[in-house]
């Protein structure tokens, strides 16, 4: 499965592997966003999800819990991560600023972890698969 998103998202300028529950120890995120304002949400949906309230690993703790791990690697609250594929530094703009006049290509295998603040262009359609 993963390999056939790979490939349907070859034209895409942000491609994230997201961290499931059920991940390995082989998960090693490079990218994470803040989700602090949206913890409680997230939290409160699983909640509302009958088909997923009963499963030991989307418990409201161990979700937290790994917002706030991820926000310690991240420096911040609450944070989830996310394996870098590829990103387009341009994709990664905020809504109304503009666009940087050379894009440049963050290189999937960073050193130090990217924090974004929201995710890119919230409210428009996304550029993700």
Known sequence: ???????????????????????????????????GDYVTVKVESIREHADQRDKPYVKAERVQGTAVFRGAQAKTRYAEGFEVVRVLFSAMVPVGHPAPSKRQLIPAARTEPVVASALPRLGQESSLP
């Open 1 to 35: 499965m993963h390999e056939a998103t790979l490939r349907a998202a070859r034209n895409q300028s942000m491609v994230l592997c997201y961290e499931s529950p059920s991940v390995t120890q082989e998960f090693v995120p490079t990218f994470f966003v803040d989700i």
